[in-house]
């Protein structure tokens, strides 16, 4: 009998070669996913714990991490209910997230609750942003389902006992809804407060700012971005798009003239790339005291 017939055949053991290769390389693929999500799942879960710390040493808590037996506790008349407001989906720019508004309003919702006792609810990440919605992804409720949502909200609240109530805002065409929804909550007996991002830290933002205008994704939202979260700020993509004007955002130039909108083809309004980390650092050290002063004159207000 032939020796050949004994040897292995080459193209076999090829690819049990190939296939011993592939399953090391699966495997080894599998164990550093295993470990990068254990270091992920670490790093979050030592940030909750900070952040948890930071708020118990002032009393403040999330409610959403309570459950309602323990939640029961924290709801009383002398409590000020803090709800954030930040969208989600709205865009801001080709340099900025469309969750931009969300990570504002958490950031001031954290800073806020470290530092003066507070019961704190999630981040509302839907409301009135009708400017917007011609660039991609940006979405906006009604002007009325807005109102009514916080309307609703804060009625439920406060049946549980809280009659203070401030609405941390980072919006500016949310404005439209929340006077409103004030004003029918004010009939009801409760007191509500609300954030005009546009005027807090006000005097802080004109010692810095250097563009000729604008307001969304500009100099000094991006400036605020460069020191909150840097990590998703693209600063070489940090468009100059500023062109004067009032109303809603529009890509078509023809639009803006025909309809008095302010045309801007990146969605930015205002100079991006005059931002840097020390003027957010100015301007949002400035908005969070300002909050505060807000939050501690509610507590100071009497309930009618």
């Not at 309570?66 to 803090?82: C, G």
């Not at 469309?98 to 919702?109: K, S, T, V």
């Not at 400017?131 to 009604?142: D, K, Q």
């Amino acid at each position: 009998m032939p020796l050949v017939r004994f040897l292995p055949s080459p193209r076999r053991s090829h690819r049990r070669s190939l296939a011993t290769v592939v399953t090391l390389w699966a495997a080894l693929c599998a164990s550093l996913s295993t470990r990068a999500g254990a270091q992920a799942r670490a790093t979050t879960n030592a940030h909750s714990t900070k952040e948890q710390r930071a708020l118990a040493a002032v009393g403040s808590v999330r409610i959403a991490e309570l459950p309602w037996t323990e939640a029961i506790a924290r709801l009383d008349t002398a409590t000020i209910v803090v709800i954030p407001i930040g969208a989600e989906a709205k865009e801001h720019g080709p340099h900025l997230p469309l969750n931009n508004d969300w990570l504002l309003a958490e950031y001031f919702a954290q800073r806020v609750a470290a530092s003066t006792k507070v019961v704190l609810y999630p981040t509302l990440n839907y409301h009135f942003y009708p400017s917007f919605v011609e660039y991609a992804g940006s979405t906006t409720l009604r002007l009325e389902t807005a109102r009514d949502m916080v309307i609703d909200i804060v009625r439920t609240i406060a049946a549980h006992g809280p009659r203070r109530f401030y609405l941390l805002n980072t919006g500016v065409s949310t404005l439209r809804a929340l006077g409103p929804a004030r004003d029918s909550l004010t009939a009801r007996g409760l007191v509500v407060r609300y954030t005009d991002i546009l005027n807090i830290g006000k005097a802080a933002e004109e010692s810095v700012r250097r563009q000729a205008g604008g307001t969304h994704a500009d100099e000094m939202e991006t400036s605020m971005m460069l020191y909150m979260h840097p990590e998703v700020v693209q600063m070489a993509k940090a468009p100059d798009d500023y062109h004067p004007g009032a109303g809603g955002l529009t890509r078509d130039s023809v639009v803006a003239a025909r309809d008095g909108k302010v045309w801007s083809r990146t969605g930015t309004f205002g100079n991006a790339t005059l931002a840097t980390r020390e003027k957010g650092r100015v301007v949002v050290e400035a908005q969070v005291a300002g909050m505060l002063a807000e939050i501690e004159a509610l507590r100071r207000t009497a309930i009618p």
